[in-house]
């Protein structure tokens, strides 16, 4: 098993719409969550993280957490073409060090 | 605004030629990290390190080394290239909050 699986997608949606982008991890014991978001030719950038079960929002992002069924996704309301791109999910192992997992992404396209 | 920087966007080299990626980080932070990026393989860790001197090889070392001689700056090192190291390699540093990634480096060895 990957230690963080997401959804490989593409994951289409029209302007305006929920895109709803999921993950899930294997570590039970891992404690800090995180999106990143890669525009094509580029690189990652950090969108949002979250540390505690439940709904973090920021804008027309919302994180959401269950630690119980080691399942992490994020919510972009409102989607826009600009949204368009790849969106990483990442785990930080409870260690020293802050290491981090990364999925393997999923490609969402907002089409207008 | 923490930044890490890698000294090239674009680079083409020759088979056989040594090729070095530098990164640097302006955050004083511990950990620093390379991956290399293809499509339908996400990232995958080459290489990273804890501290100054200090390397430990990631997922896939082969072809690769490293050098980290300052606490800023790491840099990597394919000894001989290959077409198959054609790739975008990405430099990070990490904290509490997460990895901060460099601009990349797309490689072409032609």
């Known amino acids: 098993q990957k230690e963080v699986e997401q959804n490989s997608g593409p994951l289409s949606v029209p302007e305006g719409a929920i895109a709803s982008l999921n993950c899930t991890y294997s570590d039970r014991g891992s404690q800090s969550f995180f999106w990143y978001r890669q525009y094509s030719g580029k690189s990652p950038e950090l969108i949002m993280f979250?540390?505690?079960?439940g709904d973090k929002e920021d804008g027309r992002f919302t994180a959401q957490l269950n630690k119980a069924s080691q399942y992490v996704s994020l919510l972009i309301r409102d989607s826009q073409p600009s949204d368009s791109a790849t969106y990483l999910c990442?785990?930080?192992?409870?260690?020293?060090?802050?290491?981090?997992?990364f999925g393997a992404g999923t490609r969402l396209t907002v089409k207008p | 605004d923490v930044k890490v920087t890698q000294s090239s966007r674009y680079l083409v080299k020759r088979t056989g030629e040594k090729v070095f990626l530098e990164c640097v980080q302006d955050m004083d932070h511990e950990n620093m990290f390379w991956y290399r990026q293809d499509p339908g393989l996400g990232l995958r860790l080459i290489y990273f390190?804890?501290?100054?001197?200090?390397?430990e090889k990631g997922d896939i070392p082969e072809g690769y080394s490293v050098s980290r001689e300052k606490k800023e700056r790491f840099s990597l090192i394919l000894e001989s290239a290959s077409t198959n190291q054609t790739s975008m390699y990405l430099c990070?540093?990490?904290?509490?909050?997460?990895?901060?990634f460099g601009s990349g480096t797309r490689l072409t060895v032609v």
């Open positions: 390190s804890y501290d100054v001197k200090m390397k």
């Open positions: 979250i540390y505690s079960n």
């Open positions: 990442a785990v930080m192992l409870l260690n020293n060090n802050n290491d981090m997992r």
């Open positions: 990070a540093s990490n904290s509490n909050y997460g990895y901060t």
